[in-house]
């Protein structure tokens, strides 16, 4: 695709100073800017490239004046950061703007779906499934029976949803996900062996939710799984079954969640974070990468560790437990005396 210096003035609401008619095709760094590309300038410390960069089109700053000639077009606009964000999105929208029902795929009995569905090529839709408008679904992507899908939802390819799953309008999954598999339920035996304990809830995604690659949200033992709206969720998540994460909530990659735990509201949580079961997160709180979390948690706390605690008193204790050596060596001079 390619799109004039004007048309993309025309998206950001911007002022071109060059030529109007100069074409793009191709996105860069403003230091690795070649003929056809479009960059940007928003970092003060990456300005002296605007006078060597070989991109065809820029985006600045609206107050941007070049001190020495220039060969590339600038689109002036109030934030240029923003503004790239907000072309890389239309670019996204209009790369992902595909329809139709590719073959071979499986539509079974009694499923409905509205305008603008696409299924890519060797996709599987089981009975009794409700899709939205303008849902993308990729090649090789299960969606199980009784399943509801809201609008403008992205499977992209290889996701699994499984039976009974609710999943709300806006929201996107990436590759390798499973939503709705088996919670971790087995009853111990006299014998010392398991016997497995049905999984009979679903899963619930509200709107807004993005789901990253490969991660697993089982389905409830009874009741439900949630993820409630605005949720966002890095790769390889593990969040077991009867699980609550609150409204936008951001969780980083290879994070563990045990069985119903409840995350409050707008907390942010680091990698490789792992929650006891049955446990009570409050709102707004924000967890240190690689912390064990074993207890309730008030709102408003910031923690680290394993076991987690308050993150001031754990910078100071890490400074005694440093020179732990050191201090143990000294007590032990302070005995002999």
Same mark, same amino acid.
């Given at each position: 695709?390619?799109? =004039? @210096?004007?048309?993309?003035?025309?998206?950001?609401?911007?002022?071109?100073?060059?030529?109007?008619?100069?074409?793009?095709?191709?996105?860069?760094?403003?230091?690795?800017?070649?003929?056809?590309?479009?960059?940007? &300038?928003?970092?003060?410390? !990456?300005?002296?490239?605007?006078?060597?960069?070989?991109? =065809?089109?820029? $985006?600045?700053?609206?107050?941007?004046?070049?001190?020495?000639?220039?060969?590339?077009?600038?689109?002036?606009?109030? #934030?240029?950061?923003?503004?790239?964000?907000?072309? &890389?999105? !239309?670019?996204?929208?209009?790369?992902?703007?595909?329809?139709?029902?590719?073959?071979?795929?499986?539509?079974?009995?009694?499923?409905?779906?509205?305008?603008? &569905?696409?299924?890519?090529?060797?996709?599987?839709?089981?009975?009794?499934?409700?899709?939205?408008?303008? *849902?993308?679904?990729?090649?090789?992507?299960?969606?199980?029976? /009784?399943?509801? $899908?809201?609008?403008?939802?992205?499977?992209?390819?290889?996701? %699994?949803?499984?039976?009974?799953?609710?999943?709300?309008?806006?929201?996107?999954?990436?590759?390798?996900?499973?939503?709705?598999?088996?919670?971790?339920?087995?009853?111990?035996?006299?014998?010392?062996?398991?016997?497995?304990?049905?999984? $009979?809830?679903?899963?619930? &995604?509200?709107?807004?939710?993005?789901?990253?690659?490969?991660?697993?949200? #089982?389905?409830? =033992?009874?009741?439900?799984?949630?993820? %409630?709206?605005?949720?966002?969720?890095?790769?390889?998540?593990?969040?077991?079954?009867?699980?609550?994460?609150?409204?936008?909530?951001?969780?980083? @990659?290879?994070?563990?969640? @045990?069985?119903?735990?409840?995350?409050?509201?707008?907390?942010?949580?680091?990698?490789?974070?792992?929650?006891?079961?049955?446990?009570?997160?409050?709102?707004?709180? %924000?967890?240190?990468?690689?912390?064990? *979390?074993?207890? /309730? *948690?008030?709102?408003?706390?910031?923690?680290?560790?394993?076991?987690?605690?308050?993150?001031?008193?754990? /910078?100071?204790? !890490?400074?005694?437990? %440093?020179?732990?050596?050191?201090?143990? @060596?000294?007590?032990?001079?302070?005995?002999?005396?």
């Amino acid at each position: 695709m390619k799109f =004039t @210096a004007a048309q993309i003035a025309g998206i950001l609401e911007g002022e071109v100073v060059g030529n109007p008619d100069a074409e793009v095709f191709k996105l860069a760094k403003i230091e690795e800017g070649t003929e056809g590309s479009l960059t940007f &300038l928003a970092n003060p410390k !990456y300005s002296n490239f605007i006078y060597t960069t070989a991109a =065809t089109i820029t $985006i600045v700053n609206a107050d941007f004046i070049p001190e020495s000639p220039i060969a590339t077009t600038l689109i002036k606009v109030e #934030d240029a950061y923003q503004s790239f964000s907000k072309l &890389l999105e !239309y670019y996204n929208q209009v790369k992902l703007m595909k329809s139709g029902i590719e073959q071979p795929s499986v539509i079974s009995e009694n499923v409905t779906y509205g305008e603008h &569905l696409y299924l890519g090529s060797f996709s599987y839709i089981g009975k009794n499934v409700s899709i939205g408008t303008n *849902v993308k679904i990729y090649p090789n992507s299960f969606i199980g029976d /009784n399943v509801t $899908i809201g609008d403008n939802c992205i499977f992209f390819a290889g996701a %699994r949803v499984y039976s009974e799953s609710v999943i709300g309008s806006n929201c996107v999954i990436h590759s390798g996900t499973i939503i709705g598999s088996d919670g971790f339920g087995f009853a111990p035996q006299e014998d010392g062996s398991y016997t497995k304990v049905p999984q $009979i809830g679903n899963v619930i &995604l509200e709107d807004d939710v993005e789901v990253g690659s490969c991660t697993t949200i #089982d389905r409830a =033992t009874l009741g439900s799984t949630i993820i %409630r709206k605005g949720v966002k969720l890095d790769n390889q998540i593990q969040i077991a079954h009867n699980v609550e994460i609150g409204e936008n909530t951001v969780i980083a @990659a290879q994070t563990g969640i @045990a069985g119903s735990t409840k995350i409050g509201k707008n907390c942010m949580i680091g990698g490789q974070v792992g929650f006891a079961g049955h446990i009570v997160v409050g709102d707004n709180v %924000r967890i240190q990468a690689q912390s064990g *979390v074993g207890k /309730n *948690v008030k709102d408003g706390e910031v923690i680290q560790g394993s076991p987690a605690f308050n993150y001031t008193d754990w /910078n100071k204790s !890490y400074v005694h437990f %440093r020179n732990l050596p050191k201090i143990v @060596a000294d007590i032990e001079e302070l005995k002999k005396k």
